[in-house]
């Protein structure tokens, strides 16, 4: 296991802190206010549909709100607190590639929402030896691209309902930011296996029986949880970052079929594809 992958997850964690773009509950007060618009031009004002006691807040496309349907770009309102996390979440994983003053958030010149992206044009032009970088950090399905107006973050996020509520979510079904949700019993039992691992290939695989039986479990538990070691690199990563991939559970991983091929395990398990770098 690389020491590189466990310090950068306690990264992760240390900075999953609440986003700078807060989620206010009074228009006045939405700090993207002025900044977002539809893919057909029209500014989205910040309105509270207040429904059964509860207020619920929303870019709307000025079209619509003026009775000009026909002039609707092809979203006509967008969930506030959906936009504001994902505008914070792609912003903060650059954050460490700004050395200017002050933060990203304040350099948010527009916003355009369509049905199936978030376009987010920024006034900073980042030197060019940075560029490759961002390909690290931001997700697959995101681009990145300079011009002579600063920095254009396209986001590929459709909206979709889930439990009462509409999210955004990445074209693998999965939600388009990443919240990151370590899985202390996963991770214990997956270093666990690697070290189990390490006893099999250095003192052969009679050290197994010595293994359960100095470990207190029986046989076929210590069988089934040294499979986590041979996980592919870009699952244990996912593991050790806190990804959430609904299907990766501790309970999966020891009950269901591990296929040896890496490039199954990953579609079986649902891990969106990598970026080439």
Same mark, same amino acid.
């Given at each position: ?10 990264? =992760?964690?240390?900075?999953?802190? /609440? ?7 009074? @228009?006045?007060?939405?700090?993207? @206010? ?12 910040? #309105?509270?549909? !207040? ?17 000009? !349907?026909?002039? *609707?770009?092809?979203? +006509? ?35 355009? #929402?369509?049905?199936? @992206? ?10 060019? +030896?940075?560029? /490759?970088?961002?390909?690290?950090? =931001? ?8 011009? *002579? ?7 590929? +996020? ?22 990151? !949700?370590?899985? /202390?019993?996963? #991770? ?10 390490? *006893?099999?290939? @250095? ?32 699952? !244990?990563? &996912? ?8 299907? =990766? ?5 020891? *009950?269901?079929?591990?296929? =040896?091929?890496? &490039? ?14």
């Amino acid at each position: 296991m690389e020491r590189e992958l466990f310090d950068r997850a306690q990264r =992760l964690l240390r900075h999953n802190t /609440p986003p700078k773009i807060a989620r206010l509950k009074t @228009t006045a007060e939405m700090q993207l @206010t002025g900044r977002v618009f539809d893919d057909r031009g029209n500014p989205m004002s910040p #309105v509270i549909s !207040k429904r059964r006691g509860h207020g619920y807040r929303y870019y709307v496309s000025a079209a619509l709100l003026t009775g000009r !349907k026909h002039q *609707v770009g092809s979203l +006509a309102r967008f969930p506030a607190p959906a936009l504001e996390e994902l505008v914070a979440d792609r912003l903060s994983r650059l954050e460490e590639l700004h050395d200017r003053e002050g933060d990203l958030a304040d350099r948010i010149r527009r916003i355009e #929402v369509s049905r199936d @992206t978030v376009r987010v044009d920024l006034a900073w032009d980042p030197a060019p +030896a940075l560029l /490759p970088r961002f390909g690290r950090l =931001l997700p697959a399905e995101d681009r990145a691209e300079c011009d *002579v107006d600063g920095l254009r973050l396209t986001i590929a +996020a459709l909206l979709q309902p889930r439990g009462g509520v509409k999210l955004a979510l990445g074209p693998e079904g999965l939600p388009a930011v990443q919240r990151v !949700k370590q899985d /202390p019993t996963l #991770v214990q039992a997956l270093v666990r296996a690697e070290a189990w691992k390490h *006893v099999l290939f @250095t003192q052969g695989s009679d050290s197994l029986e010595r293994l359960h039986t100095a470990e207190g479990v029986d046989r076929s538990y210590a069988r089934r949880l040294t499979r986590l070691a041979f996980l592919s690199p870009a699952l !244990k990563r &996912a593991v050790l970052e806190g990804v959430a991939l609904p299907d =990766l559970t501790l309970q999966n991983l020891m *009950v269901g079929y591990l296929p =040896l091929a890496w &490039a199954e395990q990953e579609a079986t398990y649902r891990l969106p594809r990598a970026r080439a770098l």
